[in-house]
T-cell receptor
């Protein structure tokens, strides 16, 4: 049981390049989330999904797009990377059946935009 | 809107000493509250959570937290810290319909000295 996995673990981009971060969960969870973590700012929600085929904006969605074509996968895309998107990105999933369900986090992806 | 404040950015404690990390929240209804721990280079792991009932909650690794509605606080405690407790600690409050989202505090970094 791998839980929540993220690919890649590290990535360096040049300004203007695009990339996709992949999050996968094997717990059959309905809800999935993408956060970014910056020093002194905690975790901020970028986008989330409450089920296959659905997405919703979080606190800081600008510059990112997401897709949830399969229940187990949640993709985060950067169409034109900017230095301000240098951050550590965390994916999380949650069963979503009960309001008391817990979010489970992946190990993170460290992205540097030059 | 909900918010979480962790007033201490960095705390240093001697090994074997007691620990208290502060968390204050702002939320209109009864909050769902969480403490997560992040070891260096790792994802977030749930320590404990509070939804209702007994205001003293026990978690993993010997941690506990007490919900005090009158003070809007949910402080994390441990009677005797170990070197392995060095990490960053995040308090979070659940929000949205069915507790679908989390709002995180900015975190407290804990250093343990021998």
């Amino acid at each position: 049981n791998a839980g929540v996995t993220q690919t890649p673990k590290f990535r360096v981009l040049k300004t203007g390049q695009s990339m996709t971060l992949l999050c996968a969960q094997d717990m059959n969870h309905e809800y999935m989330y993408w956060y970014r973590q910056d020093p002194g700012m905690g975790l901020r929600l970028i986008h989330y999904s409450v089920g296959e085929g659905t997405t919703a904006k979080g606190e800081v969605p600008d510059g990112y797009n997401v897709s949830r074509l399969k229940k187990q996968n949640f993709l985060l895309g950067l169409e034109s990377a900017a230095p301000s998107q240098t951050s550590v990105y965390f994916c999380a999933s949650r069963a979503g059946l009960l309001s008391t369900d817990t979010q489970y986090f992946g190990p993170g992806t460290r992205l540097t935009v030059l | 809107a909900q918010s979480v404040t962790q007033p201490d950015i960095h705390i240093t404690v001697s090994e074997g000493a007691s620990l208290e990390l502060r968390c204050n929240y702002s939320y209109g209804a009864t909050p769902y509250l969480f403490w997560y721990v992040q070891s260096p280079g790792q994802g977030l792991q749930l320590l404990l959570k509070y939804f209702s009932g007994d205001t003293l909650v026990q978690g993993i690794k010997g941690f506990e937290a007490e919900f005090k509605r009158s003070q809007s606080s949910f402080n994390l405690r441990k009677p005797s810290v170990h070197w392995s407790d060095a990490a960053e600690y995040f308090c979070a409050v659940g929000a949205g319909f069915g507790n679908e989202k989390l709002t995180f505090g900015t975190g407290t970094r804990l250093t343990i000295i021998p």
